[in-house]
């Protein structure tokens, strides 16, 4: 199963608002592989890097740029950001 925590939605309409306003065909892809490529998590949970300062694994979408922040808590996907490659990610709590 997999959750999208608020802040995963938020980053997702931020990034989706910020595209649609050049490009709405591509705002959609960009959504869609973000989608995709996460629910390849429900086969492969542990497929995301782990760093340190940075709480959870990171899946790494290089098709579109972006990076996913999220956990696996008892068979449970919480996905709690999703933000450009360039972006900086919040130090861990």
């Known amino acids: 199963m997999i959750v ?11 990034i989706f608002e ?4 050049f490009n709405p065909v591509v705002a959609e892809k960009t959504d869609l592989v973000i989608e995709a ?3 390849n998590l429900l086969e492969q949970p542990l497929m995301g890097l782990e760093r340190v300062g940075i709480a959870g694994r990171l899946l790494i979408i290089p098709e579109v740029s972006m990076i996913v922040s999220y956990v696996v808590i008892e068979d449970i ?3 709690l ?9 919040p130090e861990a709590q």
């Not at 910020?18 to 306003?21: I, V």
């Not at 450009?84 to 990610?89: L, N, R, S, Y």
């Open 37 to 39: 490529k996460v629910e």
């Open 4 to 14: 999208w925590e608020k802040s995963s939605l938020d980053d997702r309409e931020r």
């Open 18 to 21: 910020f595209l649609y306003a």
């Open 81 to 89: 950001r999703v933000l450009h490659q360039k972006e900086q990610f």
């Open 77 to 79: 996907i919480h996905v």
